[in-house]
Structures are given as C-alpha cells and as structure tokens.
C-alpha cells in the first residue's frame, strides 16, 4: 500500500524566512510527484510535476525537488500571500493517486 | 473554460435523505475523479472513471455512487446519507494517454453537513 507523508504538519513563518516542506513517500514505480496548493474553503491548485530525481521546478517564491525517497518543496523569502495547505501526491501509473495529508503553511507579515 | 464546476457549493441533509452531487468538465479530460476532504486530513478517493461508461471503487466508496454516461459530467449520488458523510466533497479531472496520466484540476468543492 502506497503511504505518503508530510512534515511538518503546520509551519508559521515570519514574512522573508525561507524554509522547506518535506514529502516523502513508500510507493513502488515512482513515475513523477504532483504538487497542489490549497487556501481555504477552495479546491486544490495544481503547482508542479516532477518526473525525476533530480530534477526542479519553480514558479516565484516556490521551487520542487525530487529525490527517489522524498520531494521537498521550497520557499523562498515568503509573503503572506503565501500562506496555504500544500499538498503532495507521488504517482506510479496507477489510476489513483494516494495524497498526503498536507502542510498548513502561515506567513505573518 | 469554466475548468471543472460543481453544484451546489452548500447543502444540509438530513439523515436518511438522498442527494447527487453534480460536477462537470469542458476541458475534454478522459479521467475523473470524487474525492472527500475532511477537517485537517488529506483526500480520499471515493470513486473514479476513466472514460463515459466505465467507473471504478476508490479507497471509501461505501454509501455512494456514481455514473458517467457522458464524458463531461460525472454525478456523485448519495443514498440514505448518514453523519458520517458530512465532509467537502471535491470532483476533479485529467487527461491520460500513453505517457500516462497528468496533473489532475478540480473543482470547488461542495460543503455538505448531514444533521
């Protein structure tokens, strides 16, 4: 059974204080690693594929890793407008995707 | 594009009512899928389709069900609705071909309380 999981589970951060948020997963057939953005009250927002280890992507302040165990998700100099649940979810070619559950990320000003 | 809609955004059932839940796509995607969100936890697939016709079982489809008779719209029926079943429900959709699947969108969800 694939299990995915994601840490930490809450983070505050003051604005301009970079960090990471990690993904790691036991899946077998890794074939990418899909992450979302969630605010609340909204449907997830997808954010990046990563087909490879090693490969990255990024889009703003936020950039994705991948390694054969683990995705990391890094955030550089946040903004409030940053603060969201950020969701991974590895695929393996299987219909399905098994999602973690998440990490409640909040950027003060 | 709308993307993916679903209807109603709102609803309060009361025990042993029915309901179906409405979501449609005009992205033309093959693939989509129900899930429910609950407070604080991630998304479990309750049911999913890969094309008009076909449907299979997630991991929680107890107490519902689901037809796709077109590959645009995808209800999601719940019968008898139990407390249990209060939750954020969630379509979403993809496109898969012989690469495999891609990044699935969804849609913004439908608040349901069953009292």
């Known amino acids: 059974e694939d299990q995915v999981t994601q840490s930490p589970e809450a983070l505050r951060l003051q604005e301009g204080e970079s960090s990471s948020l990690n993904c790691s997963y036991t899946v077998s057939g890794l074939r990418g690693l899909f992450w979302y953005r969630q605010d609340p009250g909204k449907g997830p927002e997808f954010l990046f594929t990563?087909?490879?280890a090693g490969e990255e992507k990024e889009k703003e302040r936020l950039k994705a890793t991948l390694t054969k165990k683990e995705s990391f998700l890094h955030i550089t100099a946040p903004k409030p407008e940053d603060s969201a649940t950020y969701l991974c979810?590895?695929?393996?070619?299987?219909?399905?995707?098994?999602f973690g559950s998440g990490t409640r990320l909040q950027v003060q000003p | 594009n709308a993307g993916v809609t679903q209807t109603p955004k709102f609803r309060i059932l009361k025990i042993g009512q029915s309901m179906t839940l409405q979501c449609a796509q005009d992205m033309n995607h093959n693939y989509m899928y129900w899930y429910r969100q609950d407070p604080g936890m991630g998304l479990k697939l309750i049911y999913y389709s890969v094309g008009a016709g076909i449907t299979d079982k997630g991991e929680v489809p107890n107490g519902y069900n689901v037809s796709r008779s077109t590959t645009e719209d995808f209800p999601l029926r719940l019968e008898l609705a139990a407390p249990s079943q209060t939750s954020v429900y969630f379509c979403?959709?993809?496109?898969?071909?012989?690469?495999?699947?891609?990044?699935?969108?969804f849609g913004p969800g439908t608040r349901l309380t069953v009292t």
């Open positions: 979403a959709s993809s496109y898969s071909g012989l690469a495999g699947a891609y990044e699935q969108y």
């Open positions: 990563l087909y490879s």
């Open positions: 979810a590895p695929y393996t070619g299987r219909r399905a995707l098994t």
